[in-house]
């Protein structure tokens, strides 16, 4: 993957043609939207692949993700200027469908 050091001396090929942006949480490990695949990458620190997020639009897909913000908890906030809204995902990468802010809800 992007991020993967040297396998056998031999660097990997970068299989993504751009990196939209890369937010590094709080724990040290790497979240990185892709494009032409838009799902969310999550890296380990010693930067092998461990876990895709978002494969259904209706459950964390984005549509063309274009921004990211990391709260204290490790909650990730992907910003979506495609389908105009903004998903959220817990730090293991599971979607959260419906959060509040103060008294604001958001499905």
């Known amino acids: 993957m992007l991020l993967k050091k040297a396998h ?10 751009r990196i939209l942006l890369i937010g590094l949480l709080f724990v040290g490990l790497t979240t990185s939207v892709l494009n032409p ?14 876990a895709t997020w978002g494969f259904d639009w209706r459950n964390g897909e984005s ?16 910003a979506d200027s495609y389908k105009h809204f903004v998903q959220k995902f817990d730090s293991s990468g599971a979607h959260i469908p419906q959060w509040t802010i103060g008294s604001t809800s958001y499905a």
């Open 37 to 50: 695949n838009p799902n969310i990458i999550h890296a380990g620190s010693t930067y092998t692949y461990s």
């Open 8 to 17: 056998n001396g031999a660097a990997k090929a970068n299989l993504f043609s």
């Open 63 to 78: 549509g063309y993700a274009y921004g990211i913000a990391i709260d204290s908890s490790g909650n990730i906030y992907v």
